[in-house]
């Protein structure tokens, strides 16, 4: 049964709505957001009243599995010690994550641990908890490091290591707050403010990306983890209002040129898909979200920017029973993509819930229950995406995850093509169903970057769980992107060819690709008015292609010639 055009209009709109303005203000506004006070917390994922709903989620049996999983990352099992085995002290000597990476979950600690503990003081009120996030600090202000030795609040390898390490701890200091005494506080406040572990490793020059720019994937963890900071102790006794005033200010700029300069109105990275996972999910994201609830300033809407960088991992995958297969892996770090039980490819459910909207959110949820993740992630005890080891994904999943209202098909939401403009990326996708779908993607434009991605001439052709290559695109697409509402788009390439997809289904086949005009490959060609095409049906028997004087006729489709593009016409 063909879509309603009510149904595809309705997409449509979705699309606009996801592709925004590019003259509104941005940051924008939250409507009906009452300002932090000073000494308020926690602040930063959420605020005291949502603690209601969040002490009634705990009694669910979703809640209690996340929080069972939540005390097994803290000391891999109750919950209610630190873990047995103590992580080293002192830089490493030389970068890699060291020996206790793969320990068992809750053996040793991480950055995330005091926010861990606090998390569980602000849903119990148990003072075991507060004092236990308040060892797990002082542990870290000693210089014990993170399972991985490159991240430590103390001498971290590097300005990329020291921002999520200090965002992360500053998570725990806005969870623990209320449960320490104002000593402690106060302390734990003053060493955030005056965090300076080294070269480039001050809150300071973390907050402006001083070391390296934003096409590399170190700037946006240094630059999220010091928005974190910031937000975290902004008012407290303790620091100086005016210095965390004006580096807010640093931050909030930072925070633009990271999803302007290093990444595009399309989520795509600079340098590629692993290095661009580093780049947006360690901390950045999760650092948009506290901009929004504790500083009021949304810088998700109105610009697709976060959104894209959310949301591509779910549109350019194809996945079957909790597995996640995308391909092709540009640029560096291929690894890390969809690496749920990492730092790097972690979460990507849980904090793409944290700056979506609630239909967004709804379509994540149901991309999670209908690839099977959610069966994979009961039967490995690690619920609701919380796969790896640290506690603060488990953290986001449970505050941020699409509780409050069914899922929806990713159909319903999101568009079937999408493209970012500044690295000239360009994807579609027919449906999210099965095995069967089809995701055509293409980079026409080098990005810029330590670990660049390179430009590509023909497309990628991802379904059946692999990727294939087709067609020659030369000198990139020089119409504007207008893709048809489910995804039908027509481009011209640099050369005077023109590539259509088309999804509408008229030729009869669920995806047909043709390429006219010079690039178009010989074999398999049928010529009409002195113009050659190719076709290409990725999925299922190739239709029957008849040439007529009025075009080629493809089942229900017609396929012409306007003397500078293809033309579709049923």
């Known amino acids: 049964m063909k879509p309603s055009l009510l149904f595809l209009g309705a997409?449509?709109?979705?699309?606009?709505m996801l592709c925004g303005g590019a003259d509104a203000t941005w940051p924008a506004p939250v409507p009906g957001h009452v300002p932090v006070q000073p000494g308020e917390h926690p602040r930063l994922l959420f605020r005291r009243g949502d603690l209601p709903a969040l002490r009634q989620r705990m009694k669910t049996p979703e809640g209690q599995a996340l929080l069972k999983r939540l005390c097994q990352q803290l000391n891999g099992?109750?919950?209610?010690?630190?873990?047995?085995?103590?992580?080293?002290?002192?830089?490493?000597?030389?970068?890699?994550?060291?020996?206790?990476?793969?320990?068992?979950?809750?053996?040793?600690?991480?950055?995330?641990?005091?926010?861990?503990?606090?998390?569980?003081?602000?849903?119990?009120?148990?003072p075991l908890y507060a004092r236990l996030a308040r060892e797990a600090m002082e542990r870290a202000l000693e210089g014990y490091r993170d399972r991985d030795q490159r991240y430590s609040f103390r001498q971290p390898f590097g300005a990329l290591r020291a921002g999520p390490s200090l965002g992360w701890y500053a998570l725990g200091y806005d969870l623990a707050y209320d449960g320490w005494d104002p000593e402690f506080r106060q302390k734990v406040a003053r060493e955030i403010e005056q965090y300076n572990e080294g070269e480039?490793?001050?809150?300071?020059?973390?907050?402006a990306g001083r070391r390296h720019h934003p096409g590399s994937n170190h700037w946006g963890m240094q630059v999220g983890g010091a928005a974190l900071a910031l937000l975290a102790i902004m008012g407290d006794d303790g620091v100086n209002a005016d210095r965390i005033r004006d580096l807010l200010k640093t931050s909030e700029r930072s925070m633009i040129r990271c999803m302007t300069e290093g990444f595009g109105d399309g989520g795509f990275f600079a340098e590629g898909d692993g290095t661009g996972s580093m780049a947006s999910h360690i901390v950045f994201l999760p650092a948009l979200q506290a901009w929004r609830v504790a500083a009021g300033k949304d810088f998700v809407r109105p610009r697709p920017n976060a959104q894209w960088m959310a949301l591509r991992w779910f549109f350019l995958a194809q996945a079957h029973a909790g597995e996640a297969i995308f391909l092709p892996r540009r640029g560096g770090y291929p690894h890390n993509v969809w690496a749920r039980d990492t730092l790097s490819g972690g979460g990507y459910f849980g904090i793409a819930m944290g700056i979506l909207d609630d239909d967004q959110r709804a379509a994540v949820a149901w991309y999670y229950d209908h690839f099977g993740f959610r069966a994979a992630d009961e039967r490995a005890g690690t619920p609701f995406d919380s796969v790896s080891p640290y506690p603060h994904h488990t953290i986001l999943s449970f505050v941020n995850w699409c509780w409050d209202r069914p899922a929806?098909?990713?159909?319903?939401?999101?568009?079937h093509a999408f493209h970012d403009s500044k690295w000239k990326f360009y994807a579609w996708r027919n449906r999210w169903q099965d095995e069967n779908d089809v995701i055509i993607s293409i980079l026409t434009h080098t990005a810029k970057g330590f670990m660049k991605a390179s430009a590509e001439t023909t497309l990628s052709i991802l379904t059946q769980?692999?990727?294939?290559?087709?067609?020659t695109i030369q000198g990139g697409f020089v119409d504007q992107f207008q893709p048809r509402p489910d995804g039908t788009t027509i481009?011209?390439?640099?050369?005077?060819?023109?590539?259509?997809?088309?999804?509408?289904?008229?030729?009869?086949?669920?995806?047909?690709?043709?390429?006219?005009?010079p690039s178009a490959p010989p074999k398999n060609s049928y010529e009409l008015h002195g113009v050659r095409f190719s076709f290409h049906f990725p999925v299922g028997p190739a239709p029957s292609i008849q040439v007529q004087a009025d075009g080629l006729h493809v089942g229900q489709q017609l396929v012409g010639w306007d003397g500078e593009r293809i033309t579709l016409a049923r």
């Open 77 to 126: 099992g109750d919950g209610r010690s630190l873990p047995s085995q103590s992580t080293a002290k002192g830089r490493p000597a030389a970068d890699g994550a060291g020996p206790l990476e793969k320990a068992p979950v809750g053996s040793v600690m991480t950055m995330s641990h005091v926010a861990g503990y606090g998390f569980l003081y602000q849903l119990t009120q148990d």
């Open 11 to 16: 997409i449509w709109l979705s699309h606009v």
């Open 465 to 471: 769980k692999r990727s294939t290559t087709w067609g």
């Open 408 to 415: 929806r098909p990713m159909d319903e939401v999101l568009p």
């Open 491 to 517: 481009l011209k390439t640099g050369n005077g060819s023109c590539l259509a997809v088309d999804f509408s289904r008229a030729s009869g086949a669920d995806v047909m690709l043709v390429l006219a005009g």
């Open 200 to 207: 480039w490793c001050s809150l300071a020059e973390l907050a």
